[in-house]
């Protein structure tokens, strides 16, 4: 059974750095593809980045983005990170950790099997 716990979540101010981990449990997180969403009350869960089980990186086409974010992982320790830098108040959001083990689209909610809970984060101006 999978299981995924995300941390580092919390109240920064605009300009701030933050690094999201997700802890995986379970077996074969290296056969994983893992990915990050981001939502915030009354909008539909968006896709923020992926890291697919062969090394390939996925992020969201959205402005927002503009290499703010980078998402990596550590197969030793069953952990994905998501950097984010440079934040913004419209980041603010609950951030949500997922996993699939097999397909070949990474943007939908739909394409993950597995959810963490999420953890927040709030940007203040």
């Known amino acids: 059974q999978v299981q995924l716990v995300e941390s580092g979540g919390g109240l920064v101010q605009a300009g701030d750095s933050l690094r999201l981990s997700c802890v995986f449990s379970g077996s074969r997180f290296s056969e994983y593809g893992m990915g990050w969403f981001r939502q915030t009350p009354g909008k539909e869960r968006e896709f923020v980045a992926a890291?697919?089980?062969?090394?390939?990186?996925?992020?969201s086409r959205a402005d927002y983005l503009k290499g703010r974010f980078t998402i990596s992982r550590d197969n030793a320790k069953n952990t994905v990170y998501l950097q984010m830098n440079s934040l913004k108040p419209e980041d603010t959001a609950v951030y949500f950790c997922?996993?699939?083990?097999?397909?070949?689209?990474?943007?939908?909610?739909?394409?993950?099997?597995?959810w963490g809970r999420g953890t927040q984060v709030t940007v203040s101006s």
């Open positions: 997922a996993a699939k083990w097999s397909g070949r689209t990474w943007r939908s909610v739909d394409d993950y099997g597995f």
């Open positions: 890291f697919t089980w062969n090394w390939t990186t996925y992020y």
